[in-house]
Nanobody, 127 residues
Framework: QVQLVESGGGTVQAGGSLKLSCAASGRTLSNYAMGWFRQAPGKEREFVAAISRSGGVTYYANSVKGRFTISRDNAKNTVYLQMHSLKPEDTAVYYC????????????????????WGQGTQVTVSS
């Protein structure tokens, strides 16, 4: 099983940018479709963005479309989430997640499809 470790979280003012990274160890990330989810205080965890094994297909939640970009570098075993124009409502713990055994180059948006999770990184956007 792959282990996922997120980094890059922090506190930023509204309108600012952050880039999250998710480094994998244990197995090659190229066998996994990947995604980012987030959970704000008092709310359920929600889907943010997803990317296929090759990186050729991506999908975003409407709330972040046009502001966030998911990407991956399989040679570096790392997935990224570039976030621009951040809003206070983007404040949450962000989780990197993976789908093992993804034999087709597709993305997944349902939380229960994901079987590997990182520990999360806090993103706080101040107004």
């Amino acid at each position: 099983q792959v282990q996922l470790v997120e980094s890059g979280g922090g506190t930023v003012q509204a309108g600012g940018s952050l880039k999250l990274s998710c480094a994998a160890s244990g197995r090659t990330l190229s066998n996994y479709a990947m995604g980012w989810f987030r959970q704000a205080p008092g709310k359920e965890r929600e889907f943010v963005a997803a990317i296929s094994r090759s990186g050729g297909v991506t999908y975003y939640a409407n709330s972040v479309k046009g502001r966030f970009t998911i990407s991956r570098d399989n040679a570096k075993n790392t997935v990224y989430l570039q976030m621009h124009s951040l809003k206070p409502e983007d404040t949450a713990v962000y989780y990197c997640s993976g789908v093992s055994g993804s034999y087709r180059d597709i993305y997944y948006v349902t939380e229960t499809d994901y079987d590997t999770w990182g520990q999360g990184t806090q993103v706080t956007v101040s107004s």
